[in-house]
């Protein structure tokens, strides 16, 4: 079965730019979690989907915004680039049969200049 | 505040010796915790789980020890070998609610293991 996937692995964006990452889940997986690492705060959740609804949120601005498709396919979105927001955005998914295990795909290294 | 704390940095073993790796955690509601291990360039790798219903579970050359009344968990690699080199992150979670999907991280702890 195949792993967590995430577009682009790498991307270059200036300040003030937006980004769209994309994760694509283990089949069968329904909800898709996102988290933020970077080398002082470590790795920290941003958001979860479920079912096409975001059903949590941890503490980042509003800039920080996500969905998730029918297929469980899902993007986040970060818009208004700041120097701080370069990190390695990891992209985890879970289900039942897994006990909720998250799966962790390889990541997007976003670096904003 | 920091919730899941690994407060070693960096360890390194012999190959063949065993690798303790710890991590205290302050928020009594998580019932579940999870170790992962991460090279550069790669997501983190899903390694053992615990329940807070038990004190210790083993896959292979894994064991993973809780201590809920120190609110201290360990993992145990045994034997040690080079290819387990990387970063060790431990994890924990409140489950129920739909919090499961929500994991706290530790800063993680660089084991290096010698030949």
């Known amino acids: 079965k195949a792993g967590v996937t995430q577009t682009p692995r790498y991307l270059i964006k200036t300040r003030g730019q937006q980004v769209t990452l994309s994760c694509s889940p283990i089949?069968?997986?329904?909800?898709v979690s996102w988290y933020q690492q970077t080398p002082g705060q470590g790795l920290q959740f941003l958001f979860e989907?479920?079912?096409?609804?975001?059903?949590n949120k941890g503490n980042f601005p509003g800039r920080f915004s996500g969905r998730q498709f029918s297929n469980s396919r899902s993007e986040m979105n970060v818009s208004t680039l700041e120097l701080g927001d370069s990190a390695l955005y990891l992209c985890?998914?879970?289900?039942?049969?897994?006990?909720?295990?998250?799966?962790f795909g390889p990541g997007t290294r976003l670096l904003v200049l | 505040d920091q919730q899941v704390k690994q407060n070693s940095p960096s360890l390194s073993v012999q190959e063949g010796r065993i690798s303790i790796l710890n991590c205290d955690y302050t928020?009594?509601?998580?019932?579940?915790f999870l170790w992962y291990k991460k090279y550069p360039a790669e997501g983190p790798t899903f390694l053992i789980s615990?329940?807070?219903?038990?004190d210790k579970n083993e896959d292979g050359r894994f064991t993973v020890f809780l201590n809920k009344s120190a609110k201290h968990l360990s993992l145990h690699i045994v034997p040690s070998q080079p290819g387990d080199s990387a970063v060790y992150f431990c994890?924990?979670?409140?489950?129920?609610?739909?919090?499961?999907?929500?994991?706290?991280f530790g800063k993680g702890t660089l084991l290096t293991v010698n030949p």
């Open positions: 985890a998914s879970s289900s039942l049969a897994t006990q909720e295990t998250q799966y």
């Open positions: 089949s069968g997986h329904r909800s």
């Open positions: 989907y479920f079912s096409e609804t975001q059903r």
């Open positions: 928020n009594s509601m998580f019932d579940y």
């Open positions: 615990i329940s807070s219903i038990k």
């Open positions: 994890a924990a979670r409140i489950s129920g609610g739909g919090s499961n999907y929500k994991l706290t």
